[in-house]
T-cell receptor, first 115, second 115 residues
């Protein structure tokens, strides 16, 4: 069975300061992990993905995430927040349990960026 | 490519009415899924399909039916709408990007209100 926990429902930062959105996962198999972003009243867009290659994954808009198996974490970071980063972020885990790759979504973290 | 399209964008139903939410993709993806998004709950899988003629239940299938007669289309039917089905519905299509990682592409969503 797989599960994912986003540790913060809201994160508030000032423009220009670093962003850290935390995600822990549980998986019985080698997981694939994703971060998606959802801007207000929009669909979800893939930010980045981990698929058992490099553990440090770079995505769009300056975001990156590091897969840490020992800590079962896949935290999303960005060195300097921009106002346009304000959105909802979802961490997603997918593995081969049950013979298919059905993804499980975290409950989301709302990123608020202050000027 | 239009990607994933959904119609309608907004819908208001009375309790007991039925309707079909339409979803189409033009990327020749095998997998298609329907999710509902409720505040604080992330996205929950309703039904999914791994190819034309094959569908299966997700986490919250009660009150919904699906069919997949073509690769492109995956409609979601509400048989008898209930206020608990008030939500935002997202359709997604996906392909394997290697090593079992199914990267998903999302439609813009349908906002449904049941009174």
């Amino acid at each position: 069975a797989q599960s994912v926990t986003q540790l913060d429902s809201h994160v508030s930062v000032s423009e220009g300061t670093p962003v850290l959105l935390r995600c822990n996962y549980s998986s019985s198999y080698s997981p694939s992990l994703f971060w998606y972003v959802q801007h207000p009243n929009k669909g979800l867009q893939l930010l980045l993905k981990y698929t058992s290659a490099a553990t440090l994954v770079k995505g769009i808009n300056g975001f990156e995430a590091e897969f840490k198996k020992s800590e079962t974490s896949f935290h999303l970071t960005k060195p300097s927040a921009h106002m346009s980063d304000a959105a909802e972020y979802f961490c997603v885990v997918s593995d081969a349990s049950g013979g298919s790759y059905i993804p499980t979504f975290g409950r989301g973290t709302s990123l608020i960026v202050h000027p | 490519n239009a990607g994933v399209t959904q119609t309608p964008k907004f819908q208001v139903l009375k309790t007991g009415q039925s309707m079909t939410l339409q979803c189409a993709q033009d990327m020749n993806h095998e997998y298609m899924s329907w999710y509902r998004q409720d505040p604080g709950m992330g996205l929950r899988l309703i039904h999914y399909s791994v190819g034309a003629g094959i569908t299966d239940q997700g986490e919250v299938p009660n009150g919904y039916n699906v069919s997949r007669s073509t690769t492109e289309d995956f409609p979601l039917r509400l048989l008898s709408a209930a206020p608990s089905q008030t939500s935002v519905y997202f359709c997604a299509s996906s392909y394997s990007s290697g090593q079992g990682a199914y990267e998903q592409y999302f439609g813009p969503g349908t906002r449904l209100t049941v009174t």
